[in-house]
């Protein structure tokens, strides 16, 4: 069984930065693409990134600006994501998934599998 636990979330006042992690358990890490979604009270569930299995493709929700940046790190099972010049608009509950159907599909939410429980993002002054 797929499990993936996020950690790294918390408060930060504007402008500053944090870094997400996904520990992923239960199967062969390499296998599958992998994105965090972003979800604030009210709103739908948000694509914020994604990588490809093999890590040599990303891909980033409009509203990044080129402020975050996924990785994952193969020999840790561990994808990550560092999020730089965060807003208040930034302020969600952050969630990792994983998911073997394809590159297409990584902005869609029905594209993966799996998901973590999520961890809070609040950015605040």
């Known amino acids: 069984q797929v499990q993936l636990v996020e950690t790294g979330g918390g408060s930060v006042q504007p402008g500053g930065s944090l870094r997400l992690s996904c520990v992923f358990s239960?199967?062969?890490?390499?296998?599958?693409?992998l994105g965090w979604f972003r979800q604030a009270p009210g709103k739908e569930r948000e694509f914020v990134a994604a990588c490809s299995w093999s890590g040599d493709m990303t891909d980033y929700g409009k509203f990044v600006k080129g402020r975050f940046k996924i990785s994952k790190d193969n020999a840790k099972n561990t994808v990550y994501l560092q999020m730089n010049s965060l807003n208040a608009d930034d302020t969600a509950v952050y969630y990792c998934?994983?998911?073997?159907?394809?590159?297409?599909?990584?902005?869609?939410?029905?594209?993966?599998?799996?998901w973590g429980q999520g961890t809070q993002v609040t950015v605040s002054s």
């Open positions: 239960g199967d062969t890490f390499s296998r599958y693409s």
């Open positions: 998934a994983a998911g073997t159907r394809g590159w297409y599909t990584r902005e869609d939410a029905k594209g993966y599998d799996y």
